[in-house]
């Protein structure tokens, strides 16, 4: 009696793997739809277009964007969680929903770690330090003994309360030892011309809305917030070359809903590592300010274990709210 049932078991395990690998040589038969938790004309939606296009050309299937904007990117993200776990709905998305946004607001209605599958880390910018011409600072350190020589004395701007420049500067306070007041701004248009004209005295800023005016002459850079030199500025000290382990990037990743099954997540993966050596794809990326990521599904899901932690102590250690 034993025998059989261990016989019996076997069998559905059997077919089970079988079943499993038919979907995902089958896979995909119809379109697949790739949400994107903005509006239409933003960096990730322009990006999303190409990523679609070329995944479609891979996969012999046509990729919809679907614009499912709203609440800074909780609706598009909630449908995504929401989904059939079957490869037909994806989404396109960055750390506002799945990092930063989660820790800032709790009543967010999913969880960023058990209500998705990571497929792929598909591309990151850094910020860029800038400070008016006026600035004694021509270097990162000349910055740091410069506002050590004045506490409290100096201010930094931010594109608002919460977001990557915010915390990116708070990180830098936090691991430097320095105190500098904050001057929140309805986004960098508005932050901008008082960095050009001195009533600010720094700035983390994304490099694609900073490089323009650095090109222009108009604020100076000191350094870049990545790992490895940037395409955008390659020329551009790196901000951990003066504080070490520092690093802080806005990136764009493709989710599917939890419970994807692995042989189409390995799919979409090998798919979407291919698309980033799309000519295309790399030189839309590089308008905007970012480098190509890649990688596996588990060395994604690591850097959303990573980064969280990193943006949780900032937010708790620098007692950060959206209220």
């Given at each position: 009696?034993?025998?059989?049932?261990?016989?019996?078991?076997?069998?559905?395990?059997?077919?089970?793997?079988?079943?499993?690998?038919?979907?995902?040589?089958?896979?995909?038969?119809?379109?697949?739809?790739?949400?994107?938790?903005?509006?239409?004309?933003?960096?990730?939606?322009?990006?999303?277009?190409?990523?679609?296009?070329?995944?479609?050309?891979?996969?012999?299937?046509?990729?919809?964007?679907?614009?499912k904007a709203g609440a800074?990117?909780?609706?598009?993200?909630?449908?995504?969680?929401?989904?059939?776990?079957d490869g037909y709905t994806?989404?396109?998305?960055?750390?506002?929903?799945?990092?930063?946004?989660?820790?800032?607001?709790?009543?967010?209605?999913?969880?960023?770690?058990?209500?998705?599958?990571?497929?792929?880390?598909?591309?990151?910018?850094?910020?860029?330090?800038?400070?008016?011409?006026?600035?004694?600072?021509?270097?990162?350190?000349?910055?740091?003994?410069?506002?050590?020589?004045?506490?409290?004395?100096?201010?930094?701007?931010?594109?608002?309360?919460?977001?990557?420049?915010?915390?990116?500067?708070?990180?830098?306070?936090?691991?430097?030892?320095?105190?500098?007041?904050?001057?929140?701004?309805?986004?960098?248009?508005?932050?901008m011309p008082d960095l050009?004209?001195?009533?600010?005295?720094?700035?983390?800023?994304?490099?694609?809305?900073?490089?323009?005016?650095?090109?222009?002459?108009?604020?100076?850079?000191?350094?870049?917030?990545?790992?490895?030199?940037?395409?955008?500025?390659?020329?551009?000290?790196?901000?951990?070359?003066?504080?070490?382990?520092?690093?802080?990037?806005?990136?764009?990743?493709?989710?599917?809903?939890?419970?994807?099954?692995?042989?189409?997540?390995?799919?979409?993966?090998?798919?979407?590592?291919?698309?980033?050596?799309?000519?295309?794809?790399?030189?839309?990326?590089?308008?905007?300010?970012?480098?190509?990521?890649?990688?596996?599904?588990?060395?994604?899901?690591?850097?959303?274990?990573?980064?969280?932690?990193?943006?949780?102590?900032?937010?708790?250690?620098?007692?950060?709210?959206?209220?």
């Amino acid at each position: 009696m034993k025998n059989i049932s261990f016989r019996n078991k076997l069998l559905a395990l059997t077919l089970s793997i079988l079943s499993t690998a038919s979907l995902a040589q089958d896979y995909p038969s119809r379109p697949i739809k790739l949400i994107v938790p903005f509006p239409s004309g933003g960096a990730t939606d322009i990006v999303s277009r190409v990523v679609a296009q070329q995944l479609g050309s891979e996969l012999g299937q046509t990729v919809i964007v679907d614009n499912k904007a709203g609440a800074a990117g909780v609706i598009g993200a909630e449908a995504a969680a929401r989904a059939a776990p079957d490869g037909y709905t994806l989404v396109l998305t960055t750390s506002s929903t799945h990092t930063i946004g989660p820790l800032l607001n709790p009543k967010i209605p999913y969880s960023a770690t058990k209500d998705f599958t990571p497929i792929i880390y598909l591309a990151a910018s850094p910020q860029v330090v800038v400070v008016p011409l006026s600035s004694p600072a021509k270097t990162m350190q000349e910055l740091i003994d410069y506002t050590r020589k004045n506490p409290k004395k100096l201010n930094f701007g931010s594109a608002g309360i919460g977001g990557i420049p915010h915390l990116s500067t708070e990180r830098f306070l936090s691991m430097t030892g320095l105190q500098m007041t904050h001057v929140p701004y309805k986004g960098t248009a508005l932050a901008m011309p008082d960095l050009m004209a001195g009533r600010l005295d720094m700035m983390f800023d994304s490099i694609s809305t900073a490089l323009p005016h650095i090109k222009d002459g108009k604020i100076r850079a000191l350094a870049v917030t990545s790992p490895k030199p940037t395409s955008a500025a390659p020329d551009l000290p790196l901000l951990s070359q003066t504080v070490p382990g520092y690093e802080s990037l806005t990136w764009f990743g493709v989710f599917g809903p939890a419970g994807l099954p692995a042989p189409i997540v390995t799919k979409l993966n090998a798919a979407l590592n291919k698309t980033l050596t799309s000519t295309t794809l790399l030189e839309q990326l590089s308008k905007l300010g970012f480098d190509a990521g890649g990688g596996s599904p588990t060395d994604f899901a690591n850097k959303l274990r990573d980064e969280t932690a990193m943006w949780k102590k900032v937010i708790e250690d620098g007692k950060i709210t959206l209220e």
